[in-house]
Every structure is written in C-alpha cells, then in structure tokens.
C-alpha cells in the first residue's frame, strides 16, 4: 500500500515503470527530507496543529533518522513508495499516531521540492569547493610558468607566441567566469518552496516565513504556482552551469591531448598516470583527458536534455518532472569527478622548456616584428609588406623576443586581478549562513 490509495493497489507492471530509479535518487535526498520535515514540524507546532510534545517527539524522531542516515543505516524498505513515505512509515512505528500528523499542510510536490532544493544548494557547495581547488592551483601553474613560451594557434595554425602562464591563468580566469551561471543557479535553488503544497497552496494558516528562516534560505517562491513551476526552471539553470563549467574543462582536456602529442610534446605527466597499448610498448595514451573530454562532451548537452524534457509543459505538477533527477544527479556526480581529477592531473604536469628556440616557430615572431618597425617610426602598412616579404624570400630572421606589457598579455598576467574576480564571486554564495541554519535546525537548538 502507498500513503495515497484506498483500498486498490497498482499493477506491478506499471508501479515499476512508474518508479523508475527513484528509489536510487531518494537515498540520496534522504537527509534532505529530514530537514524539510524538521522545519515543517516546528511550523506546524507554532500554527497550532501539533503540541509542544508532539514537536519535541517528532524532533526525537526525525534527528534518529536523520543519523541513520548519516550513518549508513537507513533504507527504503520494500513495498515503500519513496523516502517521503519511509520516513513518515518510521515515525507512526516508532511513535504512533504523531507521524501520521506530520503530513498536515503539505503535499509531496512541495516535500520532494524542498528536499530537490536542499540537495541542489548542497551539490552547488561542493562544486564552487572543487572549482576553488582547481583554480588555486592553476594560478600557481600561471605563476610557475609565466616565462616559459609556447606557440599560440588560430585555425589550429601556428599564430604568435603565448605562454603556459598565459594558458593557465586563461583556464583560471574563466573558471571564476563559470560561477556566475552557478551564482544565477543558487539564488534560485535558493528559495523556499515549501508551503506550496500541490501547487495551489493550503486552507492552514501555514508559516512560510518561518519554514524559509529555518532552512536558512535566503527568500521564498511566494507565489505557490510558481513554486511549483520552479521545478524544471531550477533543473534548466542548473543544466546551464553544469554545460558552463564543463564546457572550461574541455577545452583544458582537449588542449592537453594536443600537447601531449609527439608531434607538440610540450607537456608529459608521469607514466603511472597514462595508459598502454597491448601491442604497442611505446605508447602512452592520454586516456584521463580523453574520459574527461566525452564527460564534459556528455555534460555540455544537458541543457538540451533538461529543456525537451519540459516541452509543452502546462502549469502544475506533471509525472515527466521526476525524469529531471536522471539528467541532473549524474551530471553533479561527473563534473565533480572531473574537477577532482583535473586538479589531481595538474600537480603532476610536466612543462617543456624553452619550445619557441627552435627555429621551427620563428614565424611566430612575425607580428612582433611588425610591431617593432612600427614602433620605430614605420607605417603599420610598410612593416607589415616588409615582413611578408622577408618570409617569403626566406630571409625573415626574427629577434625571439616578447614585450608585451598590457593588462591580461604575456607580460603582465593580471594573476592577483583575477584572484580577485574569484574571490569577490565567491563572497556572494553565502554558504556560511545556510551550514548554521541546518546545524541550527538538526541539533535542535
């Protein structure tokens, strides 16, 4: 039997295709639940639909499952519907009828939204922590590096000289430019549902002040349908960061394959971090930058997954929504893997030094060249014929220097400017104030 039927019981045929891997995806919105009914007790409690006993019991309750939870030994027993339904189950077992009364002024739309939103701003934390991590450390490569040149390419062609500082500290900086789609996605996970019931609202004089101060979000979706029309806008914003960030690790992966290639060899990792060929005893194979390409590939279409999905969709609550969770809980679980391992790759790379003396490259050289005619009183037109023309008689024969000293160039990487984008960015999360909030919330206090 679930909580919502009568006397009939479903098909099986069609419970098991109904439930899909929820199962799988509620384990992990478990201790989400928790805190949603934590925060929904005390409101019913301060609107009059339970006593301060009936309160303090099912706080005693809710914080025993909430550390089974913790501690590896919660479930979902079989024949029960979802997590709303075992933790409810738990309650009316372990202490009768006060469980049953939890439910009061709620529906599971609004409890699997609030605990979707719970899940969200904690899965955001984690990334923001892992993009942190990456970024610190491909600043310190910017800085390691920022003498050593490397051959910049447009068309894949060879163009003018870069270098790897110049490279790490572009990766870096756009990471940073990434956490503004997840500051966009957090201020919308970051908005209480909860009270919203099917999506019409409620006939109890519910508090939904008091549930959003609980649950330390920074507002609410006040108006009930849009609330329930978050779900599926908060999924598409999500999908746009993850596309985002996965789209900065990919041109990192892509690039690193390249120059990896002996045709390039501008960097190597040690053998024990590459991959052999069973018949090819030469070989090392980029194998982690090629799984983390076809991640970030996989990642990148998950705004198109996320928005067919929502397709002519009408106003309120549609069974097509619970699909969301098999785009957006994966996708959480590689990006951080990928983040993780790039950070893990990068403390092992090793740079090539001194690349651009080989006269293969002196073309590079050709605009700096340009330039300095023209610096010396020479038309910009005149210097660059004269240049031309030097190649193609092959007497062009270039000073292999670099002076390049504006904000953001070779010379002048502008590190401790983008440190600072990072950080300001990252001051606006605010994740300090919803941590206290929970801790607040599971300790009782």
């Not at 099986?12 to 891997?21: A, L, M, P, S």
């Not at 060249?369 to 009183?377: M, Q, Y």
Request: glycine residues 6%; contains cysteine.
């Amino acid at each position: 039997m679930k909580l919502w039927q009568k006397n009939t019981s479903s098909k099986k045929e069609v419970e098991k295709f109904t439930i899909g891997r929820d199962p799988e995806f509620d384990l992990l919105l478990a201790p989400y639940d928790v805190m949603g009914s934590m925060a929904h007790a005390a409101m019913l409690q301060k609107i009059g639909l339970l006593t301060k006993e009936e309160l303090s019991t099912l706080k005693k309750g809710l914080k025993e499952i909430f550390d089974e939870i913790e501690n590896g030994t919660f479930s979902i027993d079989q024949g029960v519907e979802d997590v709303h339904s075992q933790v409810e189950f738990l309650l009316t077992q372990r202490f009768g009828d006060v469980g049953k009364k939890l439910h009061s002024g709620r529906s599971r739309n609004d409890q699997v939204l609030v605990d979707l939103k719970l899940y969200y701003r904690n899965a955001i934390k984690e990334v923001v922590a892992l993009k942190e991590t990456l970024f610190n450390q491909l600043l310190d490569l910017a800085e390691t590096h920022k003498n050593d040149l490397m051959p910049g390419y447009t068309h894949t062609q060879l163009a003018m000289p870069s270098s790897f500082g110049l490279w790490f500290g572009g990766l870096a900086e756009s990471l940073a430019e990434d956490l503004l789609l997840w500051k966009s996605a957090y201020q919308l996970v970051n908005l209480n549902p909860l009270g919203s019931a099917a999506g019409y609202g409620s006939s109890f004089p519910l508090d939904r002040t008091l549930t959003t101060q609980l649950l330390g979000f920074a507002d609410l979706h006040y108006n009930v349908i849009n609330a329930q029309n978050s779900r599926g806008k908060t999924e598409k914003y999500l999908s746009f960061a993850l596309a985002g960030s996965a789209g900065t690790l990919n041109r990192l992966s892509v690039d690193i394959i390249q120059f990896m290639n002996q045709h390039f060899g501008f960097l190597t990792f040690p053998d024990e971090l590459t991959t052999g060929s069973s018949i090819m005893p030469h070989k090392k194979n980029p194998d982690v930058f090629e799984l983390m390409r076809a991640k970030t590939n996989q990642l990148q279409s998950t705004p198109n997954e996320v928005m067919l999905q929502l397709t002519n969709m009408s106003t309120g609550y549609h069974r097509d929504l619970q699909l969301l969770k098999e785009a957006i809980f994966p996708a959480f679980k590689n990006l951080m893997d990928c983040l993780e391992m790039a950070t893990f790759m990068l403390e092992h790379i090793k740079i090539k030094k001194n690349l651009l003396q080989d006269n293969f490259y002196a073309y590079l050289f050709s605009v700096e060249e340009v330039n300095r005619l023209v610096l010396e009183g020479v038309p910009f037109r005149d210097a660059y014929k004269k240049v031309g023309m030097d190649i193609e008689a092959g007497s062009f024969a270039p000073k292999l220097e670099v002076s390049h000293t504006h904000e953001g160039s070779i010379g002048n990487l502008c590190l401790p400017e983008i440190n600072e984008k990072m950080k300001k960015v990252l001051m606006e999360f605010e994740f300090e104030h919803m941590e206290a909030k929970l801790t607040q919330l599971i300790s009782g206090n």
